[in-house]
């Protein structure tokens, strides 16, 4: 069973606009929603992340919108620049005591392509 | 430089030859983590090890073994590989749990495996 959705699975955005990625989930239990940036060659990198007693956080162009009462959340990337072509992932951790702690669910990713 | 190293990059074995994947950080992190990066599915848990000696199952342990013998290594052991376990393994460490907001998860830059 998927715990988080992602979708879409490709994005292609035109340089300057806004890129958009959502995700859902179901286990009230998460307490930390992170997401990756990963370029190819290269690992995965902790892009922003939020907590859910928070709704929005803001870092630079990119922004996390999070609906607790939806169970969803998103990533809005303003002003979308080539630089930001890469695969992003949203993600889910569950608890705060034992090895729920060691688990983070990833969403199965968006192949983001911003043209020039 | 922080770091979470991976080896080797690219490996190519046949089928039933065991193999180790090294993995080693010098930070100092209490948690690591085995993951496995495939088309069309995302990032999927292999195993993980809150702290030394402590290793637990993700979402596909099948096929795979781990040790924890000192902090900083965290080797991915394939006892008889098969084609199905040709994969984008990733190795990664946080400084407690799978990430918090001021303690992400870094990620090593991948070995991609592939058994005939």
């Known amino acids: 069973q998927q715990q988080v959705k992602q979708s879409p699975q490709s994005l292609i955005v035109q340089k300057g606009g806004i890129s958009i990625i959502n995700c859902a989930y179901e286990?009230?239990?998460?307490?930390?929603f992170p997401w990756y940036q990963q370029f190819p060659g290269k690992g995965p990198a902790l892009l922003i992340a939020?907590?859910?007693?928070?709704s929005e956080k803001k870092e630079g162009r990119f922004t996390i919108s999070f609906n607790k009462s939806a169970k969803q959340f998103s990533l809005h990337i303003m002003d979308s620049q080539p630089g930001d072509s890469a695969t992003y992932f949203c993600a889910a951790r569950a608890g705060n005591r034992g090895s729920t702690l060691g688990r983070l669910y990833f969403g199965r990713g968006t192949q983001l392509t911003v043209w020039p | 430089e922080a770091q979470v190293t991976q080896n080797p990059r690219y490996l190519i074995t046949v089928t039933g030859k065991k193999l180790t994947v090294t993995c080693s950080q010098n930070?100092?992190?209490?948690?690591m983590s085995w993951y496995r990066q495939d088309p069309g599915l995302g990032l999927r848990q292999i195993y993980y090890s809150m702290n030394v000696e402590v290793t637990d199952k993700g979402d596909v342990p099948e096929g795979y073994k781990v040790s924890r013998k000192e902090k900083r290594n965290f080797p991915l052991i394939l006892e008889s590989p098969s084609p199905n376990q040709t994969s984008l393994y990733f190795c990664a460490s946080s400084l407690s749990g799978a990430g918090r907001v001021n303690s992400p998860l870094h990620f090593g830059n991948g070995t991609r495996l592939t058994v005939t």
């Open positions: 286990n009230t239990a998460f307490d930390y």
């Open positions: 930070m100092n992190h209490e948690y």
């Open positions: 939020i907590r859910p007693d928070v």
